[in-house]
């Protein structure tokens, strides 16, 4: 049966090992409630869907980052595929190069190839696939964030000009104005993953990020759920299930 691909890749508070860390774990949880797109795997639970989820947090290894620093912008604040500050700037971690051997071959590459083999198998029984890239955004922008502006929406979608197509992120608008929820469009976050080995090369790999402000179903603060947990839970499903009737080619 055709599906959706979720690609979840910020769920998980799992640290594999501590190798390199310079901080303690009480610091590394408080920058794990800052960074952790909380209870994204099962806000985007759905029928329709395979989800693609990296089992391991992001402040161990971060598969939405490129591997190699050079490629990855926000690797400029220590914030690459392997995290080496806080938010704050401070030291996270010391990555020595066979650390980072070791974690890129052992885990980066196992999850991409798994992300890869989802993609390709779509691809091959039904000539397309499409991601919805899954996502969570603190109200107020992290130190490290390029956007700094502090009115940040309900939802963000974030687009790639090459693998969105636009009746994909019209069909996005119409679904978040009809229920009168701000969204913004590549803001304050921007793009949507695709597979190294199709991107920019393969237009039937289609690809939206969909991003949920944490307002709107954590207590303030926390990573408690709040009361509306429930209604943004049905909204993201509602989201997917309209994506997968109107847009799945």
């Known amino acids: 049966m055709k599906k959706i691909i979720l690609h979840i890749p910020h769920s998980s508070t799992a640290i594999p090992f501590y190798d390199g860390y310079t901080v303690n774990e009480i610091q590394i949880k408080e920058e794990q409630l800052l960074l952790t797109d909380w209870y994204t795997d099962d806000l985007f639970g759905h029928k329709n869907a395979i989800p693609v989820r990296a089992d391991f947090s992001r402040i161990f290894c971060d598969v939405e980052r490129f591997s190699d620093n050079s490629l990855e912008i926000m690797a400029k604040v ?13 030291s996270l971690r010391t990555i020595m190069p066979e650390l980072r051997t070791r974690i890129i071959n052992e885990y980066y590459n196992p999850h991409h190839q798994k992300f890869t083999d989802t993609v390709d198998d779509q691809l091959l029984h039904f000539g397309t696939a499409l991601i919805i890239d899954c996502h969570s955004f603190p109200d107020i922008p992290l130190k490290r964030d390029l956007s700094q502006d502090p009115n940040r929406p309900d939802y963000n979608i ?22 009168k929820l701000s969204l913004g469009i590549n803001t304050p976050y921007s793009g ?14 289609q690809t ?36 997968f009737e109107n847009c799945l080619p």
Do not use: C, W
């Open 192 to 205: 949507s993953i695709v597979p190294m080995k199709h991107y920019k090369k393969n237009k039937q790999v």
């Open 78 to 90: 220590g914030m690459g595929a392997l995290y080496e500050n806080r938010d704050t700037g401070t």
């Open 158 to 179: 974030g687009a790639d000009e090459f693998h969105t197509p636009l009746y994909l992120l019209k069909t996005a608008k119409n679904f978040f104005d009809n229920r």
């Open 208 to 243: 939206i990020m969909l991003e949920i402000n944490r307002r709107l179903y954590l207590e303030q603060g926390t990573n408690k759920k709040s009361a509306n947990f429930t209604k943004v839970k049905e909204t993201v499903n509602d989201f997917v299930t309209k994506v």
